[in-house]
């Protein structure tokens, strides 16, 4: 047991840190070489402003038209996205980790705030997922891979939970925790959850045609 | 669906050709459209097809590119006839290429180009809508898509002029004048079926002292091959214009109220017609702008004894308003002529496509069920306006619009720009004819 989570704490978490920031970097030079050559003439209309506005618009909760027509989902998938970031970035138990390994943190929040914040991170994957399943025009579209991610999305927060409760035995917790994480960031450069970087550049595309082009509001 | 397609044969499916148009277009860009599309089924509520079709789930955009272009490469372009025929019903069939969804995905994927990507693919393999066929065919030999000849516009040309010369004095429809300041270019639909509007413009024209010509060719500005997914045509089709352009020396190019010429000669046509830098040779204005800058000007005034007194409306054509960006300037010309002005909800750039573009007006008797199903969105706007009378600088939504007028009972004149520009603008005296101001 301990020396699986020494691997997956040691060379398990540098594979899949790896895997992640240089899969996201391998993806975006990829697809920045493909539009060099095959997407040249968009380059024709680039447009700062636009591509800003694009991308600000749809960062700040329900400032899409879109959104403000789902405004229960937006608020919802919104908060989601916050805590899914905030949560392991801010968590102390994370940072003491890191402080020991490297001499780095960040600031930490109080651990009742993170435990709460879990909760919260915990009842909006299960809203999605319900939403998933209750609302045709999205439950025709959904295939088992996007369940899956949810589930994985899920997994490292609700084995977080449970562990630091003590709720359940603690080690195969802990090590379902990192190991859940670890898929998890292994996953994201290779599928739709690459979106944490690809969101910025569809984004500002849309800006440059529908705003740089025609000032016509993409959102 | 369509059970008319004889003029294709039901040869074996060419896959070379096939792969050959999605390698070309798979870029960065629709290749991250294709993976980063989370399903998260916001695009469904702004597509007009799928709010018309009882939110039909078979009719979200994300649906409709998944399993048409997203199936294209998915099957690496191996893909038989039985799947194009389905294809054809969902691109040409459930989708105007409006444009509307792009603004409603969190990603702003532009389903309209994998749509658009999806009816070249389709084309290439002989499947597409007849009654743009026929328009294809004409556009290669008369220049136009319905295949007027050059003697014919002339003449038409001629008669008009020579009609309104009760009207306006010394009106005429100078044909290829050199270095005029616009070349207007039309839809055939003007000189074939409804001549009266080029005496319109002429009339608009000759009031505001303008220094225009038309052209004896390269006079249509329509290009329905894009829409067909032809795009070689499409290039040619835009390419004529442009050059005639150029011979003239014309400064710039004028399209009637027509709304995907707009699209094709200022932002796809650059591209269609081989202008790497993306901006078309001659500049590109659209009526609705030029009438705006007369009104602006004082060029043309309104008789204030003619101002319409009627409750009126705007429908925003797709692509003059949301992909054309030019949405204030109808507004504007109706607050000079309009005393009751109801804007739609929603309006400007979120506005509802009517349902008759992107092709599917000249797709004929085939496909009108299904543009009267889903206009059903747009007369309910119009409706719960409680105008009298739209007004729209779109041939495609004036003829859809007067098609739904009859469909939904809406109570409704349908009138493009001219027409109200003409039935209330004051004629100047110098240009008043001799007889009346002998009366005067």
């Known amino acids: 047991m301990y020396k699986f989570y020494e691997i997956l704490t040691g060379p398990g ?5 790896i895997i992640f920031i240089g899969g996201l970097i391998l993806r975006l030079t990829y697809l920045f070489a493909l539009s060099r050559e095959k997407d040249k003439i968009f380059y024709n209309h680039m447009s700062i402003s636009w591509g800003l506005r694009s991308i600000g618009h749809w960062l700040i909760p329900l400032g899409s038209a879109s959104t403000r027509n789902q405004p229960v989902f937006a608020v919802v998938f919104y908060v989601f996205h916050i805590c899914l970031l905030g949560v392991p970035l801010f968590l102390s138990a994370h940072n003491i980790l890191w402080d020991e390994a490297f001499g780095i943190s960040l600031w930490s929040m109080p651990d009742s705030w993170a435990d709460a914040l879990t909760m919260v991170v915990i009842g909006t994957v299960v809203f999605l997922f319900i939403r998933r399943l209750a609302r045709p025009e ?82 | ?70 199936e294209m490469y998915r099957k690496k ?23 509307r969804c792009s603004m409603y995905c969190p990603f702003g994927i532009d389903i309209a ?43 038409t040309c001629e008669w008009m002029a020579e009609e309104l010369e009760d009207e306006i004095r010394g009106v005429t429809i100078p044909i290829d004048k050199q270095g005029a300041k616009y070349m207007y270019t039309v839809n055939p639909r003007e000189p074939v079926y409804y001549p009266q509007d080029l005496g319109m413009a002429a009339q608009i024209f000759t009031v505001a002292g303008e220094d225009w010509t038309m052209p004896s060719s390269g006079w249509d500005c329509t290009n329905l091959a894009m829409f067909a997914g032809d795009r070689e045509l499409a290039g040619k089709v835009v390419r004529s214009m442009y050059d005639k352009a150029l011979e003239l020396g014309a400064e710039k190019i004028l399209i009637t109220e027509c709304g995907h010429a707009y699209r094709s000669a200022a932002f796809e046509g650059p591209y269609l017609a081989g202008y790497t830098e993306g901006k078309p040779p001659v500049q590109i204005v659209h009526s609705v702008q ?16 003619k101002r319409i007194e009627e409750p009126v409306t705007y429908q925003d054509p797709c692509n003059v308003s949301r992909n054309g960006g030019l949405w204030e300037e109808g507004r504007k010309i109706i607050d000079y002529i309009a005393k009751d002005f109801r804007d739609m909800t929603p309006n400007r750039e979120h506005n509802h496509c009517c349902g008759g ?80 101001k002998d009366q005067d």
């Not at chain 1, 369940?147 to 899920?154: H, R």
């Not at chain 2, 006839?81 to 290429?97: D, N, P, Q, S």
């Open chain 2, 77 to 99: 372009g191996n893909l038989d006839r039985e799947f194009l025929k389905k294809c054809y019903g969902i691109v040409w069939g459930e989708c105007t290429t409006c444009k």
């Open chain 2, 357 to 436: 573009g992107g092709g599917f007006i000249p797709m004929g008797p085939e496909f009108r069920s299904r543009r009267m199903a889903s206009g059903r969105v747009k007369a309910g706007q119009i409706k719960a306006t409680g105008a009298k009378i739209v007004i729209t600088p779109c041939h495609n939504c004036f003829d859809q619009i007067t098609d739904l007028n009859e469909e939904y009972d809406l109570g409704v004149k349908v009138a493009s720009l001219k027409e109200i520009i003409c039935e209330s603008m004051v004629i100047p005296d110098h240009l008043k004819p001799e007889q009346v």
């Open chain 2, 290 to 305: 030029l009438f705006y800058e007369y009104f602006r000007d004082g060029r043309i005034r309104v008789d204030p004894d």
């Open chain 2, 1 to 70: 669906m369509s059970k008319n397609l004889n003029y294709t044969t039901e040869q074996p499916v060419n896959v070379e050709k096939i792969r050959k148009i999605l390698d070309v277009n798979n870029g960065a860009r629709i290749r991250t459209w294709l993976n980063i599309c989370s399903r998260c089924g916001l695009c469904a509520d702004s597509c007009f097809f799928y709010l018309a079709n009882n939110k039909d789930p078979l009719l979200s955009p994300a649906y409709k590119f998944k399993t048409t272009l997203g």
């Open chain 2, 113 to 155: 180009t994998m749509i658009s990507t999806a009816r070249t693919v389709c084309w290439s393999q002989g499947v597409f809508p007849e009654g743009l066929a026929r328009t294809l065919t004409y556009y290669q030999e008369t220049g136009n898509q319905m295949g007027m000849s050059e003697e014919d516009f002339i003449e």
């Open chain 1, 138 to 219: 999205v439950r025709i579209l959904t295939s088992f891979w996007d369940y899956f991610l949810l589930v994985l999305t899920l997994l490292p927060f609700l084995t977080g939970f449970l562990a630091y409760h003590q709720w359940g035995p603690y080690n195969t917790m802990l090590i379902l925790h990192i190991l859940s994480a670890e898929i998890l960031l292994i996953v994201v450069p290779f599928s739709k959850l690459a979106h944490l970087v690809l969101f910025f550049f569809t984004r500002a595309f849309i800006g440059f045609e529908m705003g740089g082009r025609r000032k016509a509001r993409a959102w």
């Open chain 1, 13 to 17: 978490l540098w594979f899949a840190f």
